[in-house]
């Protein structure tokens, strides 16, 4: 077995983190050094995640008081705004360390893109440039060579994996794309909002975000690349569901050059007929959470629409494994040249 | 108060059944008279659903074996198919009776698209032409008059509420029209099926029945009516969302004649003014299933999208209440000529 | 009818608060007339609670703001330690008020022992004795007659429904009761704690506050009154179980005297057969809180245990309605002498 | 790595069938070569179970028509009473082959004691006596030699684990055991069952087969056989929780001979010290489904109680996985002697 590679998780207090630091922990490449979490280091991992009560785990600390130089690679899960200044500062004292960031800093090419949507000057317009976009299916050569990943977002992880395919083929029509959404709770982190108490998020669902949900600018972003469109515009509506973990997206599109809902199913089947996590449904099964909850699995298929001319595409991930920590250790062990489903080829669990 | 007008409930040991019996039981008019469920025949009621234990009821019996004449109206929560014949026969002996259909048997007005939804040749295409559609805002005078409502299916109650008058204005393109729909699992009813069964329905989601689900026929027959067009054709896409009660669509619209969101915001506001059940929600408001849960209250409003030239409409409420029972008790007090809202009034239940 | 009686809510910011403004509401004898919550005094109530955006509200305002002179009743929903102060000053300005506190300030008669539990020294020790333990079913008279109204906790009045004619009649063994209870998570209130977020209370349950529940002096109190027990101690082991509403205790007791099972049973029929609100189940049927949920009831049962010479007692309700706002209002009822059941008569929604 | 054993799964169509598959297929010494379900026999598993179509697996067979002679080892997800003639008859053509068995058939040693549970005669009493109970912790040695392995219900297992050490160190009175009970639906299995749909046990929780539930003989035997007591009688009483996964005992014991809830604590951390699935909880740290669940870990933990002399004793599982598949593959392990986390050692899923 490989030498074991040693790697750090920035903000392992939040889910996205201690999703990652669960999958770390059974990698047979990887050994976890360091833990950051400003607001509860100093406390063991197991009081922040009783479910990582059973292993031992470095104690968390705060981001300045890790020590970077004993780090090969750091797994960033921090909220956006704050990956850009700390990934700087640690590319320029360890070059060699490679960054896989969960956080949203570095998947926008253009920075004032990035401001518009973020609200923020993006302070590391030097290093964006060498940013790769992690969706491993589509960037796989590039990942392999990059030091910085910056991982799709959850949901355009599970729209894009469903529609570039279909839009390099020249199917859908890209000015009228609309993706109607659909999360679980844990989508929204564990921070103590309202809305997303037991009481206020449980036997009920909602929209949320309409019209200005952030993972719309990478969407745009890479449909719009495909097709030579600057300013795509798509529709893209969130719902909040009651369960914590799954997300489900319904994109209905326009059929171009008299293609059919089963020729976009069959570019699809071709897309990923060798990739280990993407499913395409049997004919006529319709994608469901309950297919990949707790895996990096990714299931999508096609369906015709009753209205002539159009089809439904649909797509399901588990938001925190393939739309988060898992996908970054897929693109871990591309960029470091393992076997790629190393350590995230577990079933998914059911019930 | 004026005397109890008597009611029967065929199909009281369904959801919408037992629904009905908890609002009637407490309905300072009704009185319940007979409750008919031929599997659970010779039963307490409160042996089949153990909430309604608390208050005295008549025992089930088999419809057969129950004595119309004793009844004044009839609440139907049978399965489409059954209520044909037996209203045939109900009315065949008792012309005087109000039936108050909560299943499909009536809603649609083609026998040809009865036959073509439903796959049955419908058996009383005699009583057919008397049946009013129960949407109560849009139908209320002919509901007034009728001996026979039929009360729409709980999605198109939803849809159509919040189309039907942008569809009216002339503000929405009729043949672009995607309605996204979530509904909670008791839309699919008691009957014992493994996809809602507590392990398969919870902790994730699904869509079903894409593109021909039976709801569609009543949407597109009422907004066809609306536009005069024959063979309208919607996109309707149901999805099951883990939680009891609740339905929430999310029609994405075309607007045509230089309407914006906000006029069709307008156009709701002034529909509804002066109706008890309808609910615009405040400008930027996205309206959620827990506005609604347990009462027979609707809540719609409208967004922009972001795509220029297109907005969103979406609409909530209680598949069992305003979907199903509580819509029937409003017809049933705009037929009798009692004030509206009796026995209805209830706000919803959260959290 | 009678005239409306003018009410006012302190707290109506919590679920305990917003549940009694939903019944209120449609109450024929209450009119509200203020509603205070400091950290949303401004606001109106529609902003806090979506639910009830439905009827037009007074807008809530600071205690301090708000005129107790135009108020004849006032419901109090507010954290304990908070109650004491307010409850005082109102009523030395407006002596003839009714309060009807929801909160655990005056639940203890003994001052020590509130300090005990509660780590505050009273405040209004002087008006702490006319406070009545509002357990309605067993201190009806006391009611009748009180202007202060201390509505026992939601545990509380599901135990000792069970538990105080079964002590009462001398058939269980005081000292060795062994409580298990399970509450829904709107027990824990709207505040913004971790463990009621729905990723974490959600799919899962746990045990909390284990041998140091503040409901369990209550219970003691009132359970030791009976036996003329000065130190009683019981165990009581609440559990936090994935579900907004309900509450079920378990309560294992030791037989005394040769009762059996079925002579606690009827001891439970008679003490409560011409309750309005509590129902015995019928023989071998097990309470669950779907048998109550949403409404005012409380189910109890008596089944035999195993272990000869013990049984199982179990009860459940609705913790927001019997056990705080419903009762509450029942409450409120019979110290206006109205019919005790008015505006609390909703039967459970189910599903 | 060692040679692949070849493992066949009888009653693969249960949930608890399937999540042996789940963990099988990625269990690196097992290569599924046989997958039985008489009612799906001829479909493929993936159209049973559609969180398994990311991998290819035999087809479903009937169990007449499946290779035992391909077969090193079989596990066994049958319902009670109909694996005592299957297994009796591999045996006899193929008496090498290892049964490990998740029914329920071959845990009671006293065929009177399981005709009295289970109502059935006993038809393998000739091969019953080779039947090693399979709680892995506490009968390793002999697991180690069998080959025919009783893995012990999901309850017992939660409860065993706990109360054995406590009951062989003499701590706890064996007749005052009164254990509270709460699982996950997924214990109720796949079956078609009325109390299980989403909407019955949703947003609600019941006690069920109280007093009755065949569990209860399995604590019985086992801490009956630590205690030489012959008709130990203990209380369990079971309740059914809306979520999943996961099960939480709560046991109610009375102190011997001066122990404290420390002392208990201890004995639990002295017995459990080299166990890779049990973890005792820090001091004070109340165990919680969420620790354990999706994996094979259990957690337990004792904490004093308010009445003196007393302790409560806490444990928590996964139903599926140590209480069934889990455990079920950690025997294999040890019987084949292999590492006995092999394949198992999954952290648990949170959120």
Redesign the interface.
């Known amino acids: 077995m490989a030498d074991k590679i040693r790697i750090g998780v920035l903000g392992a207090s939040g889910?996205t983190g201690?999703d990652l630091v669960?999958l770390a922990?059974?990698h047979p490449n990887m050994e976890i050094v360091a833990l950051t979490a400003n607001s509860h280091a100093g406390k063991p991992m197991?009081q922040v995640?009783?479910?990582?009560?059973?292993?031992p785990l470095p104690d968390l600390v705060k981001i300045e008081d890790a020590d970077w130089g004993s780090v090969d690679a750091v797994f960033c899960g921090l909220p956006h705004g704050t990956t850009q200044a700390i990934t700087k500062k640690i590319f320029e004292t360890y070059p060699q360390v490679k960054i896989i960031d969960m956080s949203a800093d570095f998947r926008l090419r253009d920075p004032a893109t990035y401001k518009e949507w973020y609200g923020l000057d993006h302070v590391a317009t030097d290093i964006q440039p060498e940013a790769v976009y992690g969706l491993t299916e589509h960037y796989r050569a590039d990942i392999a060579k990059a030091r910085l990943i910056a991982c799709p977002g959850c949901y355009p992880t599970a729209v894009l994996l469903a529609l570039l395919p279909l839009a390099g083929a020249g199917q859908i029509d890209f000015?009228d794309l609309?993706i109607?959404a659909?999360s679980g709770?844990?989508g929204a982190g564990?921070s103590?909002?309202?809305n997303?108490?037991?009481?206020?998020?449980?036997?009920?669902?909602?929209?949320?975000a309409?019209?200005?949900h952030r993972h719309?600018a990478e969407i745009e972003q890479e449909i719009g690349k495909v097709g030579g469109i600057q300013d795509l515009?798509?529709?893209?509506?969130p719902?909040l569901?009651?369960?914590?973990?799954?997300e489900?997206c319904?994109s209905?599109v326009k059929l171009v050059g008299g293609a059919t809902a089963a020729d976009l199913r069959n570019t699809l089947v071709e897309a990923y007929a060798d990739e280990p996590f993407v499913?395409v449904?049997?004919e006529g099964?319709?994608?469901?959470?309950?297919?990949?909850?707790?895996?990096n699995?990714v299931?999508v298929n096609v369906?015709?629409?009753?209205?002539?001319g159009?089809a439904?595409v649909?797509s399901t991930l588990d938001n925190?494994v393939k739309g988060s920590a898992g996908q970054a250790i897929q693109n871990f062990n591309v960029a470091y040249g393992l076997t790629e489903t190393t350590g995230i080829?577990?079933?998914?669990?059911?019930?």
């Open positions: 889910y201690a669960r922990v059974r197991r995640f009783r479910h990582l009560a059973h292993v000015t609309v109607d659909k709770v844990s564990r103590l909002k309202e997303v108490l037991f009481c206020e998020a449980g036997e009920g669902m909602s929209p949320y309409v019209g200005k719309m515009r798509v529709n893209f509506t719902h569901i009651p369960m914590s973990r799954g489900l319904t209905y499913t449904a049997d099964v319709l994608p469901q959470t309950q297919m990949v909850r707790g895996s699995y299931v369906v015709p629409d009753r209205i002539p159009r439904i649909i925190l080829e577990q079933l998914p669990l059911f019930p």
